[in-house]
């Protein structure tokens, strides 16, 4: 999701001539660009959790009992063996900024109830924070990842939410963001190969952006991503924004390409998201 976020960030700079002339006292940009940052903080959160849980895993494998992951968090799990759960992942980056090696400073920690191992049918990990900022961005709330085992279609699915949602930017300014979506492993789960993972990508997401104004976005027709091609390759979704005209993104028939749609007060814009 994060990508879609930022995409139609983009897009909205080009459009923006499109939009109420009766809106421009405020910035109608703004939701979208909190939304993004929303998007891809809690996005990495979940990626560090996971990355922490293989590497644990393979750390009770291999009879050692911590690990450095990203050349700064010390990741310990408890209780360490192959038998009891639920477990408790602590991942701590310290308290003072630590540049990991995607480039981005964290500090602080995020702590993981895990009932069992991500892939297995049943097991719902649940994410909080202590005092944790990503590049001086500071994390609140609650998310959560159910692994809701085989679907009707034979894929593995996750029931994905964010509850209580705080981003505390480092001007002190708050966005508060919750999200609830489903995520469908189509193309890729058997082979443990990253780049080959296929999913799609339903559900919704809504907000109070940093001046108190509502926003929503929802997927009208499933998303569908590849871990190998950066852009979304087919599906929409519409923006909703307080006193602000609505946005609908349709991302083509499935091709992998930076062809997509817009439309804003009836007006259709293609664009390219390169």
């Known amino acids: 999701m994060k990508r879609i976020a930022l995409i139609c960030f983009v897009l909205l700079i080009f459009t923006a001539c499109g939009k109420d002339k009766t809106t421009t ?25 996971t990355d922490a849980s293989k590497t644990s895993e393979d750390d009770l494998n291999a009879g050692s009992k911590s690990t450095l992951a990203g050349g700064c968090a010390t990741v310990t799990l408890t209780p360490f063996d192959l038998v009891t759960w639920p477990k ?15 480039g ?22 649940t994410v ?13 709330g609650t998310k959560t990842v159910e692994n809701n085992g085989l679907n009707t279609n034979s894929n593995l699915s996750f029931t994905i939410t ?23 492993w189509v193309v890729g789960e058997p082979t443990w190969i ?9 559900g919704t997401t809504d907000g109070i952006n940093s001046v108190g104004d509502t926003f929503a976005v929802n997927i009208n027709t499933p998303l569908h ?21 609505d946005i609908t ?18 007006v259709s814009y293609p664009f390219s998201m390169n």
Not at 88 to 102: R, S
Not at 225 to 245: D, F, H
Not at 249 to 266: E, I, K, P
Request: glycine letters at 6%; one cysteine or more.
């Open 225 to 245: 991503a590849k871990v190998g091609c950066p852009w979304i390759m087919s599906g929409e979704l519409t923006i909703e924004r307080q006193n602000y005209s």
């Open 104 to 125: 981005k400073e964290r500090r602080g920690i995020i702590l993981v109830n895990l009932t069992n191992w991500y892939r297995q049918s049943g097991s719902v990990y």
């Open 25 to 49: 006292n405020n910035d109608d940009l703004l939701s979208v660009k909190e939304n993004a940052l929303s998007e891809n903080l809690f996005d990495d959160v979940f990626q560090q959790v």
């Open 249 to 266: 993104v349709d991302y083509g028939n499935g091709t992998c390409d930076a062809q997509a749609v817009a439309t804003m007060n009836g």
């Open 162 to 184: 964010v509850t209580n949602g705080v981003i505390t930017k480092p001007d002190n300014s708050q966005v508060h963001w919750s999200a609830s979506r489903t995520r469908e």
């Open 194 to 202: 990253l780049l080959d993972d296929e999913y799609l990508i339903s």
């Open 88 to 102: 408790t992942l602590t991942i701590d980056f310290g308290p003072t900024n630590c540049l990991g090696t995607d």
């Open 128 to 140: 909080t924070f202590d005092d944790y900022y990503v590049n001086d961005n500071k994390i609140e």
